[in-house]
């Protein structure tokens, strides 16, 4: 796991210290075999999928160049999007994909189009940051856009920390870049029937407020898995293991008699997800969300029933959620990535 980067006035010194254990891999390539930006590498594969990267030669060190390979025929982003971004990193010395977030380990990352990105905290937020310099108000969602980098060059001394992903200070790195959704506002779908397991859900104004067991027997506190219904089937991809869901929610114990967490007030921004233990920018949740989420398609509204062992286990949670509560949550699947 990357370590956790503070500040980059930090890094540097971090970085510095380290140097002599950290020796630049670019170092050892041939420099009679280097070619200028794109010239070095060539891109292949369909968008949304994990691309294949044939280097032709070492990169010639020089500022950071960035091409669009193609242009997505999705919405067109506005100031202030956030985007679901799929990122591969490749470098020109060992010639091998050195980070990707297209697989089950890592999620997608997240970026908002207009605005600085925020202090880096880990290697992989400076990637994003360079990615968020070539989004801009108007590029369109399904849009692949690559960079070629100097590390040395574009980072100066914080290139150092690259070594956590396996590449030198002094390599050359190329970045694809898949940039694949944005969060709808509210869930949008085929109504279906609730189940007769399934507590009643509260709603004022299509906002879940709460939801009301006192109709239902209380399920068994032994029980070993998850179970969900959908309430709003939505139309879009369905949630895999290793991505990013941004999910609006609310949560109540069985015959409790008020939410214990929700993030459907206005004072709350939807919530980031990272799916079945993958690392991300987002919460990491009990094994019984990921149960749940895994499959589910973006836009739908699902009720979740989670006993302890899928939830909080003997320990509970704070004062609301005691060991032998049944979990219940309604969750609205915005995005996935």
Do not use: H
């Not at 609730?194 to 906002?207: H, K, L, R």
């Amino acid at each position: 796991m990357l370590s956790r980067l503070t500040r980059p006035a930090a890094l540097s010194a971090v970085a510095v210290c380290a140097l002599a254990a950290l020796t630049a891999c670019g170092d050892d390539t041939p420099e009679e075999d280097t070619a200028a930006g794109f010239d070095a590498v060539e891109i292949s594969g369909p968008v949304g999928e994990l691309p294949e990267v044939d280097w032709k030669a070492g990169l010639e060190p020089g500022e950071t160049q960035s091409e669009v390979l193609e242009e997505g025929d999705g919405a067109a982003l506005e100031d202030g999007d956030e985007v679901l971004v799929n990122l591969a990193i490749s470098d020109d010395f060992t010639q091998e994909i050195a980070l990707e977030t297209y697989g089950e380990e890592r999620t997608a990352v997240a970026l908002t189009v207009g605005e600085e990105q925020p202090e880096p905290q880990q290697v992989i937020d400076l990637v994003t940051a360079l990615v968020a310099e070539q989004v801009e108000a108007g590029t369109t969602l399904g849009t692949r856009i690559a960079l070629t980098v100097d590390a040395e060059e574009e980072f100066g001394e914080l290139a150092l920390n690259l070594a956590q992903i396996g590449i030198g200070n002094e390599d050359g790195f190329v970045v694809v870049a898949d940039l694949d959704s944005v969060a709808l506002e509210g869930p949008k779908g085929a109504r279906k029937a609730a189940p007769a397991w399934a507590p009643t859900v509260e709603v004022e104004d299509g906002i879940p407020t709460a939801i009301d067991s006192s109709g239902v027997e209380k399920p068994d506190v032994k029980a070993k898995e998850v179970r969900t219904a959908v309430l709003l089937e939505g139309e879009g991809p369905a949630i895999e293991k290793g991505d990013l869901a941004v999910v609006n929610y609310l949560g109540q114990t069985w015959g409790g008699e008020k939410p214990f967490d929700g993030s459907y007030t206005k004072k709350r921004e939807p919530l980031k997800v990272n799916i079945d233990g993958a690392q991300g920018p987002g919460t990491s949740v009990i094994e019984g969300w990921s149960d749940a989420l895994v499959g589910v398609p973006v836009g739908s509204r699902i009720i979740v029933e989670i006993p302890p062992a899928k939830g909080y286990g003997k320990a509970g949670s704070g004062e609301d959620i005691k060991k032998d509560d049944i979990l219940y949550f309604v969750i609205d699947v915005l995005a996935a990535a």
